[in-house]
């Protein structure tokens, strides 16, 4: 399920007060794919996805989600039909979670969607299993688990209204490694269930690791739409002006450059620096 933005503006304010945060954003997010959105803080990020579900409406242009059409004079009695489609996790979305139990709490959406209990409950497991989450912790506070789990249980709640669309803001933001690298896993089986997954991400490693295309924000506006690999491949001197890092195989591998190393590719991960490393000793013994 494509997503599509067309000519895009998004202002805060009106008149004379209006404060421009989308600068005409034409560019569209690929279907059953992982794309990450990038960019400096206050680069337009979050309010880009936040068009993708109708929790914000354009000034001007139009966002088109599958058969959606969303603009200024959508009214707010159509959002339902949208908001089915698509699935919003912010920052920190445990804060979020106010239930008695883990699968009460994950129940919640699909009761409130218009599923009956029993309906509501197998969706719930089904959603708490994806993630990961033993039934062991199905009964028990979700205020009583790690935080790592805790983010599971909230991430399961999106999830359980099995929306083709889910967009997580920052997911990783706060996880210890483990957690970080389990939230890897899960939206790699997102992707391989037929989802859409948007991601917005600071750290690079994780972009690399998950996403099939990145949208690269700066100052409103969508400056690179391409594959990671494109991207980070990308003149050093174009990272310092979008303020954005190389992942951290991409900046060890500049720092043995500027000691005298050659490499024929910029490497990306750390699998393909060992790699390059050991072809470049190969050839100097």
Do not use: C
């Not at 945060?21 to 996805?49: F, N, W, Y």
């Not at 159509?78 to 920190?92: E, N, P, S």
């Not at 039934?135 to 929306?163: E, Y």
């Amino acid at each position: 399920m494509a997503i599509t933005f067309e000519q895009v503006n998004f202002s805060y304010g009106q008149g004379s007060l209006a404060q421009p945060i989308l600068k005409d954003i034409s560019t569209t997010i690929p279907s059953g794919k992982i794309t990450a959105i990038i960019g400096q803080t206050g680069s337009g990020k979050s309010t880009l996805v936040q068009h993708i579900n109708g929790l914000l409406k354009p000034t001007n242009g139009k966002v088109i989600v599958n058969d959606f059409e969303l603009s200024s004079q959508t009214k707010e009695k159509q959002l339902t039909a949208l908001r089915a489609q698509v699935g919003m996790v912010f920052q920190f979305p445990e804060s979020q979670l106010f239930a008695n139990t883990v699968l009460e709490d994950v129940m919640y959406g699909p009761l409130n969607f218009g599923k009956d209990r029993l309906a509501a409950k197998e969706a719930a497991q089904a959603a708490l299993t994806m993630v990961g989450l033993p039934s062991q912790h199905w009964d028990k506070s979700p205020f009583a688990l790690s935080g790592g789990q805790m983010r599971r249980v909230a991430i399961a709640g999106t999830l359980a209204l099995n929306p083709p669309i889910i967009v997580l803001d920052e997911p990783a933001a706060g996880l210890d490694p483990l957690g970080q690298a389990e939230l890897v896993e899960l939206m790699l089986g997102l992707k391989k269930q037929g989802k859409t997954v948007v991601l917005i991400s600071h750290q690079m490693d994780q972009v690399m690791a998950v996403a099939d295309w990145t949208l690269v924000m700066h100052q409103g506006q969508v400056v690179a739409a391409e594959s990671p690999k494109t991207l980070f491949n990308r003149p050093l001197s174009w990272f310092k002006e979008v303020h954005l890092d190389l992942p951290t195989a991409g900046q060890f591998a500049q720092q043995l450059v500027a000691q005298g190393w050659q490499f024929k590719e910029r490497p990306l991960t750390l699998e393909q620096l060992a790699q390059a490393i050991n072809q470049e000793v190969a050839i100097h013994e």
